[in-house]
């Protein structure tokens, strides 16, 4: 089975920047729609951002402006740009891909981003 493993979680000063990477553990992430998602502590997982194989991006409110997601198919990895951060991003970040043709969705197992002073 494709595994999926996130990398560049941290601690980062309120309006610093980190960017987060997903690695599919196979050449196959031309075949999965991707996205981001994070939970806090107390809160439910909530989407970030996503990018379809086409290349189109979503991205929720809180994070239009600051966040850019991107794909490099070649290089089997999913990128969050994050740029402005704040407090409120503090949690843990997953990446969640989804089989365009059979829509089996697989998760990443986290990487925890903290935003503190």
């Known amino acids: 089975q494709v595994q999926f493993v996130e990398s560049g979680g941290g601690l980062v000063q309120p309006g610093g920047s980190l960017r987060l990477s997903c690695a599919a553990s196979e050449s196959v992430l031309w075949m999965y729609a991707m996205g981001w998602y994070r939970q806090a502590p107390g809160k439910e997982r909530e989407l970030v951002a996503t990018?379809?194989?086409?290349?189109?991006?979503d991205y929720a409110d809180s994070v239009k402006g600051r966040f850019t997601i991107s794909r490099d198919n070649a290089k089997n990895t999913v990128s969050l740009q994050m740029n402005s951060l704040k407090p409120e991003d503090t949690a843990v970040y997953y990446c969640?891909?989804?089989?365009?043709?059979?829509?089996?969705?697989?998760w990443g197992q986290g990487t925890q981003v903290t935003v503190s002073s």
């Open positions: 990018i379809t194989t086409g290349q189109s991006t």
């Open positions: 969640r891909a989804v089989h365009i043709t059979t829509q089996t969705v697989n």
